[in-house]
Nanobody
Framework: QVQLVESGGGLVQAGGSLRLSCAASGHAFSSYAMGWFRQAPGKEREFVATCNWSGDSTYNADSVKGRFTISRDNAKNTVVLQMNSLKPEDTAIYYC???????????????WGQGTQVTVSS
């Protein structure tokens, strides 16, 4: 069992930055892949970024490439999403998730956090 808690969301102007953190508790965190997803009102949950168990392989959605960076610190059981050059269309609830596989589909991930709201004003 893994428990996840996201933090760092908030309101920011377009062009600004936010740093989301996800703290994990439970066993074997370092053996899991980590992912970030987001869901805007009226839309399906969509993939944002993922990294493998060690953090040396990462992959971002096309919509955030060059702007968002995922990283993890297994010693601290945390994964971070650094978001730069934010746009109004990035507004959503952001979720972190853990799973056995380094993947982009939500159903691949086993455990989810409660989410943190990110709002980008124009």
């Amino acid at each position: 069992q893994v428990q996840l808690v996201e933090s760092g969301g908030g309101l920011v102007q377009a062009g600004g930055s936010l740093r989301l953190s996800c703290a994990a508790s439970g066993h074997a965190f370092s053996s899991y892949a980590m992912g970030w997803f987001r869901q805007a009102p009226g839309k399906e949950r969509e993939f944002v970024a993922t990294c493998n168990w060690s953090g040396d392989s990462t992959y971002n959605a096309d919509s955030v490439k060059g702007r968002f960076t995922i990283s993890r610190d297994n010693a601290k059981n945390t994964v971070v999403l650094q978001m730069n050059s934010l746009k109004p269309e990035d507004t959503a609830i952001y979720y972190c998730a853990v799973g056995k596989w380094y993947a982009t589909t939500p159903r691949t991930y086993e455990y989810w956090g409660q989410g943190t709201q990110v709002t980008v004003s124009s």
